[in-house]
């Protein structure tokens, strides 16, 4: 399990875990019934107040992404449709790609240079 | 919440014709963890002295586990920890008596723990503790305060000496202490990075009062910088909220708390790619805040 968060951020740590699980669960890097590591576990190696962790666990518990059961590890609830509709991907996707949409315009890119460099880069990624 | 663990009502205090603190009140439950952020200055040492029992305040009341703070019963003492910034060591006592001197007056002292902590943090056990380096004697503070593993913890910037690496095996130690959800702390650091990652809360002082007590993430997501191109703002109504505002060459900058979600669409309609509207972190906020 893999988290990347950034404690100086403006976005608060417990919805930074949000977003990346979510991202992990409706691309299928996540399957139905996979184990999540323990609040304290993800607390004490991110160095982060465990409530955080367990308040981003608990939201994701309301949404119905994930289960929690007495004495055992949180799990990806099953009969999800795990992989979600592409349009819901790209929805994910959205915050960061309008960030990129600014800065090409800042930078006088034009969409055909961004695009360009964007699919090498996911070449890459893939390989 | 759960039961209170700190209550503090109108506390006032001044030294001479400085007010230190000014009508201070809040509640903390238990489990909490708080930031307590400000300028030099702003009382943040005061009020955690408060809390303490160390000074009294001219008016109000502060409580600690339903006791009053001046009057802790010894039972109640044994599940506090402090660190303060004028820590009282004996300088003339060697490292590991200093250490079995504090932990005589608290029956769950872990010595084993206190000995392998100090090998962890490299103090030296042998030496006397004025021999110490400021950093090291700082790391002794900390020690000295967490080692019967308190239910309350004050510290009043405890990691300001610290290097990176020790200062994050430190707060590794809280995050270990925090995890039964069961401690209260309350943390004072101008390490603004270290306070977002422990603190659910945050308390901001300016020049003695309490100008922002909240959820950390509430007042993330509640503090709002527009960013206005040129002379778009000219042509702006009246906005709810602001709290601080300027103008440059480049615009007008303005920040607002909890602007609400339809103000903040309704501007974006209006003036498109001529404003930019950004959240900020922690750091960010106190330098627009203090």
């Known amino acids: 399990m893999y988290f990347d968060l950034q404690s100086e951020s403006s976005t608060p740590i417990y919805r930074q875990i949000v977003e990346q699980l979510r991202r992990q669960i409706n691309g299928g890097l996540l399957g139905p019934g996979d184990a999540l590591p323990s609040v304290r576990q993800v607390a004490e190696q991110h160095t982060i107040n465990p409530m955080t962790v367990s308040r981003a666990y608990s939201l994701l518990e309301a949404e119905g992404l994930l289960v929690r059961r007495r004495g055992k590890p949180m799990t990806v609830a099953a009969g999800l ?5 592409a349009r819901q991907r790209l929805c994910l996707l959205q915050p960061c790609l309008e960030q990129v949409a600014r800065e090409a315009r800042q930078l006088g890119l034009s969409p055909d240079e961004v695009v360009t460099l964007l699919v090498e ?7 | ?10 506390l006032n205090l001044r030294f001479g014709l400085a007010q230190a603190l000014k009508n201070v009140s809040s509640t903390v439950g238990s489990g909490e963890i708080i930031g307590l ?3 030099n200055g702003a009382g943040k040492s005061s009020l955690l002295e408060v809390l303490a029992g160390l000074v009294v305040p001219d008016t109000g009341s502060s409580q600690l586990l339903g006791h009053e703070s001046r009057r802790l019963p010894d039972s109640l003492r044994e599940q506090l920890g402090f660190v303060f910034q004028d820590d009282e060591m004996f300088g003339w006592m060697k490292v590991t008596d200093h250490i079995d001197v504090v932990g005589a007056h608290y029956r769950h002292w872990d010595r084993q723990r206190a000995l392998e902590l100090a090998g962890r943090w490299d103090i030296p056990l042998s030496q006397r503790v004025a021999s110490l380096s400021r950093g090291q004697r700082q790391k002794l503070g900390i020690l ?3 080692v019967h593993r308190p239910t309350v913890l004050l510290l009043d910037e405890p990691a300001s000496a610290l290097d990176p690496v020790s200062r994050r095996e430190f ?4 995050v270990e202490l925090a995890c039964d959800g069961e401690r209260t702390m309350v943390l004072s650091s101008h390490l603004l990075g270290d306070v977002e990652r422990l603190a659910d809360r945050i308390w901001l002082m300016r020049k003695g009062e309490l100008i922002i007590d909240e959820r950390l993430d509430e007042l993330k997501d509640g503090v709002i910088c527009l960013a ?3 002379d778009a703002a000219r042509t702006l109504p009246e906005l709810q909220g602001i709290v601080n505002h300027r103008e440059d060459e480049w615009g ?6 909890h602007p609400g979600i339809e103000t903040l669409t309704a501007l974006e309609d209006r003036f498109g790619p001529q404003l930019h509207i950004k959240a900020l972190n922690l750091e960010q906020i106190a330098l627009e805040l203090l």
Do not use: W, Y
């Open chain 1, 121 to 127: 880069l996911m070449d890459k990624e893939e390989a």
């Open chain 2, 37 to 39: 952020i400000g300028r």
């Open chain 2, 1 to 10: 919440m759960k039961d209170p663990c700190i209550h503090i009502e109108n």
């Open chain 2, 252 to 257: 007008t900058v303005m920040v607002a708390r």
């Open chain 2, 144 to 146: 000295l305060a967490i």
């Open chain 1, 81 to 85: 449709a795990t992989e979600s509709s």
């Open chain 2, 171 to 174: 707060l590794g130690e809280l």
């Open chain 2, 228 to 230: 206005f191109q040129g």
